[in-house]
């Protein structure tokens, strides 16, 4: 469906699909400002998880009877839907996993089990943790090398010292589309043709990103992109790793189990094709079927009108904030999504968090899971206000005021 | 007075307040009142890392009872800390081991406890404990 054709973007309906959003804590209206730690679902979404319980709840993929057939249906039409929006070329390039740190694991065990002692994976200075880890864990494994391409203070890749790093030992560049903690929107197009001129695949973390802003995996040309359904209105414990199909052919299994062979005897056995050969075990049904659901609802959203409003809710944010004495705002790239993340001079995230917390605004503080990116910034932690389509310029006011009183509290 | 009757004194000033903002106000100003552990005291054996907010713990017995100092990053935590002095600080030992500190729960503050909260507060009250065990001969 082209964006034209979609109904005009309203805050004011879009509100209204998400009960969480309507409740009181501690005697305020909530103002869910953690969007980058997960959304909220809509009502569709709950409907189905409430009604796939009820009514359709059967093992996949296995049965003869109705039900599960109807399960097996339901969660491969999910796929589809997924490989539609995305613009895989086939939906056996969509493997389920149990998140975007898993399907980074999955990569790096099982891409790695290709990789040799010397070769390399260049990740950048401003990945989340588990677009770390997995990858130290794979070098100490094989013995390769991991380098980290810097950033700038703004909180932007730099790209020429990213195009040094390249060479032929380069076999794969694993980076965020989008920085959890600065908002920071990578060029991902240009890292993946630069990687892809010294033959290396290229791995997008895409966590925070189809949930502000379209994704066309094939006009990207990535060879992996992964993402978790819970940041993008669906059910936590699924999400996606996007694979081309040549490449997740030449990968061995991840971990063994049930769906994912073609015939098991004890002295050899034969794995199923694509995308089965990596879900093993009676997969997360439910989960899978209801963020079928949650891109469902993103279909119905025009993107283009919800990303500029997120901007806009951005911008205005800290246009307001930088009038405040003391406060820093970490992570000023020019191209950048709805991430407000800030310090405070002499205060600690922590205080100011929980004291937004008492006066009903739900924002993250800490690291972020982004440690090595506090150090380079010298910081013990930020407080992240993340904002999602749903959020309004009144929430952002009510914000201000409540962050001007718990400021003025801890002084 | 006993540790229990002090733990009554704070449910009951806690009970005065009327919502939340007044009860931080007041564990901030204890925050701000609690003298700063020195910084040579600040040794990674001190040290309880929590993932937000790092603490330091210093416990000492003094005549057969135990002192605390601490000292943390967040002015929050650090006013709860106070709390957790008043009620232990010239206490014997066993005392403290055997007693149930259910004071922050009852002034609504459990959630700074949990380990999700990972201020440091839930190591440090287990750490003052274990300090405490190990002065009783």
Known sequence: MSESNKKPFSVREIREEFPALRQQIYGKNLIYFDNGATSQKPQMVLDAINKFYSKENANIHRGVHFMSQKATTEYEESRKRIQKYINARKSEEIIFTKGTTDGINLVAYSYGELLQAGDEIIISAMEHHSNIVPWQMLCIRKGLGLRIAPINKK??????????????????????????TLGTVNPIKEVIEKAHAVGAKVLIDG?????????????????????????????????????????????????????????????????????????AGTPHIAGGICLGKAFEFLESIDMSAAEKHERDLAKYAEDILDTFEGLHIIGEAKNKTSVVSFTVDGLHPFDIGTLLDKQGIAVRTGHHCTQPLMDFYKIPGTVRASFAFYNTRQEIDTFVAALEKSISMLK | MTIEEKQQEIISEFSMFDDWMEKYEYIIDLGKDLPLIENELKTEDRLIEGCQSRVWLESKMIDGKMNYSADSEAIIT???????????????????????????????????????????????????KIDALKNIS
């Open chain 1, 155 to 180: 909180g932007e890749l730099l790209m020429e010292e990213f195009e040094k790093m390249l060479s032929k030992k380069t076999k794969l560049v694993a980076i965020t589309h989008i920085s959890n």
């Open chain 1, 207 to 279: 966590a925070q990103s189809i949930q502000h802003t379209r994704v066309d995996v094939k006009d990207l040309n990535c060879d992996f992109y992964v993402f978790s359904s819970h940041k993008v209105f669906g059910p936590t414990g699924i999400g996606v790793l996007y694979g081309k199909e040549d490449i997740l052919d030449r990968m061995p299994p991840y971990q063994g189990g049930g769906d994912m062979i073609s015939r098991v005897t004890f002295e050899r056995t034969t794995y199923n094709e694509l995308p089965f050969k990596f879900e």
């Open chain 2, 78 to 128: 650090k006013g709860i800390i106070g709390l957790l002095i008043r009620v232990l600080n010239n206490e014997t030992p066993k005392s403290i081991v055997e007693n149930d500190l259910h004071f922050i729960h009852d002034i609504g503050l459990q959630e700074h406890l949990s380990p999700t909260r990972a201020n440091g507060l839930a190591g440090m009250v287990k750490r003052m």
